[in-house]
């Protein structure tokens, strides 16, 4: 049997997977198993952020792995701590962090964490501070709980019943959160910029208003930062660009470029909620992939950021060029290099077309192309790139 023969014969379906057996990859690129190149605008749902197989991010974790892979939390893991120094540092300097495995463990943290407040904060039953809003659309992860924080009912469908207690308000509308808050409220989850949503960018003004909401009502604001963050809007943090600040923070995917990492980071306001034994990870903070986080901040510095943020207004461009040739682009978000492309037409075709002629993109939601390049590209990968979607596009519109 050939790979994707034992895939289809003994995985659990839970994956539709494009037709491509990876056998290498460096920088924005990927080599397939015959030898074929494509470039990669997609970095494994925003992971490979400084690309694949960086030198100076596989050294790291290298040297670390000859010394040891794992220890237990129970000890002082060097990379992991120093690391944990550097991330608070970087958002809040006064802060604290807890490391998990992904994304999914960060927010089930933050909900942690928020509970405890909650309960730290409620009155004579002491328990009854626990109800989350969060928003339509978004996604935080696949456990039980962070799938219960997710605005999707697709998500949900056969798995109930759900977490409680978790409700949706709508992105951008300030007066549909304020309908939720009661003195049962203890937290606003938002993703900043959502991702698996659809690419939908929070307003400036309404992140400022969920801010004095908390504010006024004892509130923690938590950022799911897991897709947005980590260099991908031309800042650290995508919530720089908003000039507000949350509470907690979690972060993922390309924390570690491409090691399974995920981190809680949060204010001096609720870094002392938990205490020992109130929450652990067998492997969370893995010294291995926090030597490669380590390394991976060490890359993130603004020059970096800069540069990255001049070739996302140069592929922003270039993308409004082609909407301005295709009707069948409805709209193009987004922020920095996590940008969509709403079609009125579905965009199986255009990703198909794409892969043949050497590049990766993905599809949400049927109609929208998700293009999450590692922030390394160049602006002649961005003119590669428009150049065959020029071509997918122009097919689709012929064929509509
Ligand atoms: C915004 C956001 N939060 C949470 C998650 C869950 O992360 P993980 O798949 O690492 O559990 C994702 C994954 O796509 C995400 O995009």
């Known amino acids: ?30 080599w397939d198993e015959n030898g074929k190149k494509y470039l990669d605008f997609f ?25 040891f892979a794992h220890i237990s939390n129970l000890y002082y893991v060097p990379s992991q701590i120093k690391l944990g120094e550097e991330l608070t540092k970087r958002i809040f300097p006064d802060g604290r962090v807890f490391f998990s495995n992904s994304g999914a463990e960060a927010n089930e943290c933050a909900i942690k964490l928020a509970r405890k407040w909650g309960f730290l904060n409620s009155s004579e039953n002491r328990n009854n501070k626990y109800e989350i809003i969060c928003f339509r659309n978004s996604f935080h992860g696949r456990t039980l ?15 109930r019943p759900l977490q409680e207690k978790f409700v949706f ?4 509308d300030i007066e549909s959160v304020k309908k939720f808050v009661s003195e049962r409220t203890v937290a606003i989850m938002i993703e900043p910029i959502q991702g698996e949503g659809g690419l939908i960018p ?49 972060l993922a995917k390309s924390l570690a470029n491409g090691l399974p990492l995920g981190a809680v980071v949060a ?7 938990f205490v020992y034994g109130d929450h652990g990870s067998t492997f969370g ?27 996302a207004k140069y592929l922003f461009l270039k993308l409004e060029d082609l909407k301005e040739k295709y009707s069948i682009i409805k709209d193009i978000r987004g922020f920095g290099l996590m940008l969509g ?21 993905n599809c949400i939601h049927d109609t929208v192309l998700r293009l999450l390049p590692p922030l390394i590209i160049t602006k002649s990968d961005v003119d590669f790139a428009t150049r065959i979607l020029d071509e997918a596009l122009g097919y689709s519109s012929a064929a509509k």
């Open 43 to 67: 970095a494994g749902i925003s992971v490979c952020n400084v690309g694949h197989c960086n030198d100076s991010v596989i050294k790291a974790a290298k040297e670390q792995l000859d010394s």
């Open 341 to 361: 492309v709403d079609l009125t037409i579905n965009g199986s075709n255009i990703v198909d077309y794409c892969l043949d002629k050497g590049l990766i993109i």
């Open 169 to 172: 308000a709508e992105i951008n």
């Open 145 to 159: 709980a962070t799938l219960s924080a997710t605005g999707q009912e697709k998500f949900h469908k056969f798995f």
């Open 285 to 311: 903070g893995n010294p291995v992939s926090c030597a490669a986080a380590l390394e991976v901040l060490n890359i993130l510095n603004s020059r970096f950021l800069n540069d990255s943020l001049e070739v």
């Open 267 to 273: 204010s001096k306001k609720c870094a002392e909620i």
């Open 202 to 250: 929070s307003e400036k003004m309404f992140l400022k208003e969920l801010r004095t909401l908390c504010d006024k009502n004892d509130l923690l604001l938590i950022f799911d930062e897991i897709q947005c963050g980590m260099g991908r809007t031309g800042k650290f943090c995508a919530f720089e660009n908003y000039d507000v600040r949350p509470d907690i923070v979690t």
């Open 1 to 30: 049997m050939n790979i994707k023969q034992i895939e289809e014969k003994y995985f659990m379906r839970t994956y539709k997977r494009v037709n491509l057996v990876v056998k290498k990859a460096k920088g924005q690129f990927l």
